[in-house]
């Protein structure tokens, strides 16, 4: 009967909630390890989101943002370490402003700059990283399918 009932519903047009894809990238020193501390530390977080670990937040161009767009993510976030704790010394700050040029690209092609977050989180950070996690997976939620790329 559980069956029958659910399929009613799918006809009287109900659909599922959206679930978001999200791709994070992971600064190797800080919030990759912050990322790792949410882990093992048994910190519930979205389950939404599929980290890529880069050596440095600055090494993300926006050709990395828009192809993960384009494969069918629906936000992008790009996590590295507090400005003054980069372990390239400056990578952060050029991760400011590549992300920047990347959000107002984003703009010119007519895709909603929040769908792109940038985020500081430090190895130790680990609540941090989940409370990220959960307030981008909700507001990327509210943004509705990004329906850029393929599945």
């Not at 659910?6 to 190797?28: D, K, L, S, W, Y």
């Not at 984003?106 to 990283?129: H, N, P, Y």
């Not at 996690?133 to 909700?138: A, G, L, M, S, Y």
């Amino acid at each position: 009967m559980a069956h029958e009932s659910e399929g009613n519903a799918a006809m009287a047009g109900q659909t599922a909630t959206f679930e978001p894809r999200i791709v994070a990238f992971c600064c190797n020193w800080c919030s990759y390890a912050g990322a790792d501390l949410t882990g093992v530390s048994r910190m519930q977080y979205s389950p939404n989101i599929r980290i890529i670990r880069v050596m440095c937040s600055g090494r993300i161009e926006p050709n990395f943002v828009f192809r993960a767009l384009e494969l069918g993510a629906d936000g992008v976030l790009v996590a590295g370490c507090h400005i003054g704790d980069c372990h390239y010394i400056s990578g952060n700050k050029e991760a400011e402003k590549q992300i920047a040029r990347t959000a107002r690209l984003l703009e010119v092609l007519g895709v909603d700059k929040r769908r792109l977050r940038l985020e500081w989180i430090s190895a130790s950070e680990g609540q941090k990283f989940a409370n990220t996690v959960n307030e981008f997976t909700k507001d990327v939620r509210a943004l509705g399918p990004a329906g850029y790329g393929g599945k």
